[in-house]
């Protein structure tokens, strides 16, 4: 049987964080995630407790259910420069919540057939489908983690936990290391702390979260 895609938001901005900063993109934010209900009420107990992302329901811009990949497809055609013929290097990226949850074979064999790069951006507790253009995987806390290569690894930090510090992950197969500061209340002291270890431990990269330093999605 088909399966129906729940997206929360499909739109055209630049991506703002990480190795490809700044390069224009449809993003796909599927709704749902594995690690937290994306409710204010169950934050506390969640898994992941300092997401910044609205993914519940398919309510945001752009989003909905999609009966079927090529739909889904052709509504990210859509926004990329307006629905204007493709250019460039076109790129998806799916995102969320957790994309792993819904994303599959078909439907990256359908952004693929109308002439999208796809990437994901993942909690990487879930194994990831192949054909794959962009694997950047952003480790939580308390998650097992499952997806141990890619392109790029984005660690929010600083996170307190053991499982959850730099030295944990340099052994594994990515291309890119980034340390991203952790939003909230405590950003500034978050960022020069993430500063100061990407200066002692040069693997490391910073990476911001440049859109919402310029006010884009």
């Given at each position: ?45 969640a898994v992941c407790t300092f997401c910044d992302t609205d993914f519940v329901g398919t309510d945001g811009p752009g989003g909905g259910k999609f009966a079927s990949p090529a739909d889904l ?145």
């Amino acid at each position: 049987m088909p399966r129906t895609y729940a997206v929360k938001e499909l739109y055209y901005t630049l991506q703002g964080e990480g190795a490809q900063t700044g390069r224009a993109a449809v993003f796909c934010r599927f709704a749902g995630c594995n690690l937290w209900t994306g409710l204010e009420r169950d934050r506390a107990g969640a898994v992941c407790t300092f997401c910044d992302t609205d993914f519940v329901g398919t309510d945001g811009p752009g989003g909905g259910k999609f009966a079927s990949p090529a739909d889904l497809a052709h509504a990210a055609t859509l926004m990329w420069n307006g629905g204007r013929p493709l250019t460039g290097k076109p790129l998806v990226v799916c995102t969320g919540g957790e994309p792993l949850l819904q994303l599959d074979v078909p439907l990256i064999d359908a952004f693929h057939a109308a002439g999208f790069e796809v990437a994901i951006e993942t909690n990487g507790t879930q194994p990831a489908p192949p054909g794959l253009d962009w694997i950047c995987v952003s480790p939580k806390a308390g998650a097992p983690l499952r997806l141990l290569h890619g392109d790029e690894l984005k660690l929010v930090y600083p996170q307190t936990e053991p499982e959850a510090q730099p030295e944990r992950f340099e052994s594994l197969e990515f291309s890119h290391f980034f340390l991203q500061p952790m939003d909230g209340d405590r950003r500034i002291e978050n960022t020069q702390c993430a500063l100061a270890y990407c200066l002692a431990h040069p693997r490391w990269r910073l990476s911001l979260q440049t859109h919402k330093l310029i006010g884009i999605p």
